[in-house]
């Protein structure tokens, strides 16, 4: 059957044959990476975790986990921010680079067609190739070409670079969405911590005119000589130390304000206009899912990490191919002539196809280095995946104990407020039937005012740890469907990735 052929084509496949046979000689698969992708499923959330866990059926949770507190403004800096942001911008632009490369790669598999021209005036040299009446005399040249190439993706060394290029577009992918959240998260942060800088400074202003009206008090009863100037000095001394604590807090909010416009991209005009937050009351989250592996699966971090891993290995497949040869079948079609005026006549036209193979033997060592470096950059993304997976882990469980710490902490605010509101009511009621003075009553309302602002603090603090919470768990929050009404209590869920 093979006698049969032509003797050039039997010649070609001679040649292609004994080259394919040599590509044993070239090979790294005596290599591998060390490393070992975890078993998510072996992992332990710990203790804090599984006892926070429900077992009520979980929903998706909502992109705008943010809308539970109910705040307008609050909505309309964070839809600024994922527009305008510096961060935003900059991943966007990153996401594009990554899908060029891939397109960059993509194009190797496809058929690839170039075309060219060419027309000289030269002299012939007397000693070439060229026939008699060219040898030594001046004439032209031309050519018209269309060159083709095709390579056959023999040992998927193609499909895995694309494979690797389409994994970094994924990496970028979730990279722009991790940025995403800690800026949304940052924002919330920023406008819960200015909220509450407006909050206690409505409870320092009050603290004040209480003071002042305690001095009037105190000056009256001095001139009947019921007191002396020592309880005023006193009076006057904490006036003046909560005066300095009003100053301090016109500048945390000012502060935040810079914040929050820095955030989203805005100068410090921008907010100079914002006005003051309207958020809602809001309970603690619902308990969460204890399960580790579809906990972590919100993490974009952790997804950045997987796919950056996936990549690591369909960079090593490139390498391994590299070691057998390339296979390309190539072809040529045009016009060819060494008579300018000749050149777009039929009998100008020059036609080839054949294979064409490269076939790496001896390198120095390069192809074997090659793939030792991204053997080494596999074990170092699984390494980067492992750490990626223990510290978000941490940071969930942190974030729950610091969450059931200020839910307790503001318990005990709360009972605060209660205990201080009977004894002003109590003050109230002596007062009124002469058993106690009004400088006892102010001192009551007085007490009071502290317990509120140490309520106002452990309320911020209890949303900020809420939103510390959505930030370690990825993003997963919604709202609870059964919370307690005239509170908003948003709810935790963990769902099942695909």
Not at 337 to 355: C, E, M, N
Not at 376 to 399: F, K, P, R, W
Not at 420 to 425: D, F, I, S, T
Request: aromatic letters at 6%.
């Amino acid at each position: 059957m093979v006698s049969q052929l032509p003797a050039r084509l039997r010649t070609s496949l001679f040649v292609c044959g004994s080259v394919l046979a040599l590509c044993s000689c070239a090979t790294g698969g005596d290599q591998k990476p060390m490393s070992v992708i975890p078993d998510m499923a072996a992992i332990q959330a710990g203790t804090n975790t599984t006892q926070a866990a429900q077992a009520a059926t979980q929903a998706a949770a909502p992109a705008d986990w943010w809308s539970i507190y109910g705040d307008p403004q609050l909505d309309q800096l964070l839809g600024a921010a994922l527009d305008e942001a510096p961060s935003m911008t900059l991943a966007a632009a990153r996401i594009r680079r990554a899908q060029a490369e891939y397109g960059v790669v993509a194009a190797d598999k496809a058929l690839q067609i170039t075309g060219s021209a060419k027309a000289l005036e030269e002299h012939f040299p007397d000693h070439y190739t060229y026939p008699s009446p060219y040898a030594g005399e001046g004439g032209s040249e031309g050519g018209l070409s269309l060159d083709a190439r095709y390579s056959i993706d023999f040992w998927g060394k193609r499909r895995e670079a694309v494979a690797a290029a389409s994994q970094r577009v994924e990496v970028t992918r979730a990279e722009a969405a991790d940025a995403k959240l800690l800026l949304q998260t940052e924002v919330v942060q920023a406008y819960i911590q200015l909220d509450a800088a407006y909050k206690v400074r409505d409870i320092a202003a009050a603290a004040i005119k209480l003071r002042g009206d305690t001095i009037s008090l105190l000056n009256i009863r001095a001139k009947a000589g019921l007191s002396t100037d020592l309880d005023a000095i006193s009076a006057r001394e904490a006036i003046t130390d909560t005066r300095s604590e009003v100053a301090r807090l016109d500048g945390e909010i000012g502060r935040r304000r810079n914040q929050i416009a820095a955030l989203i991209g805005k100068d410090p005009a921008f907010g100079e206009k914002l006005s003051r937050p309207k958020l809602a009351m809001i309970a603690d989250p619902a308990p969460l899912s204890a399960i580790p592996a579809t906990l972590l699966g919100y993490r974009h971090d952790v997804e950045v990490q997987r796919a950056t891993v996936e990549a690591a290995a369909h960079e090593i497949g490139v390498a391994k191919a590299s070691f057998y040869p390339d296979v390309d079948i190539t072809a040529f079609a045009g016009l060819e002539s060494l008579d300018i005026g000749f050149l777009l006549r039929p009998a100008s036209a020059a036609l080839g196809i054949g294979p064409a193979i490269t076939l790496p033997i001896f390198d120095g060592g390069r192809l074997r280095s090659n793939l030792q470096r991204r053997d080494s950059e596999y074990d170092a993304a699984v390494s980067a995946y492992n750490n990626t997976i223990a510290t978000a882990l941490q940071q969930v469980a942190d974030a729950i104990v610091t969450l059931q710490s200020e839910r307790a902490r503001a318990l005990q605010s709360d009972e605060a407020v209660q205990h201080w509101q009977r004894v002003v009511n109590l003050q109230k009621i002596r007062t009124q039937h002469g058993l106690s003075d009004s400088v006892d009553l102010t001192a009551s309302q007085l007490a009071m005012l502290m317990s509120q602002r140490h309520a106002t603090e452990a309320a911020a603090n209890i949303a900020v740890a809420q939103t510390t919470l959505v930030r370690a768990l990825g993003g997963a929050w919604s709202p609870s469907s059964n919370s307690p009404a005239g509170r908003a209590a948003p709810a935790l869920t963990i769902s099942q990735r695909p």
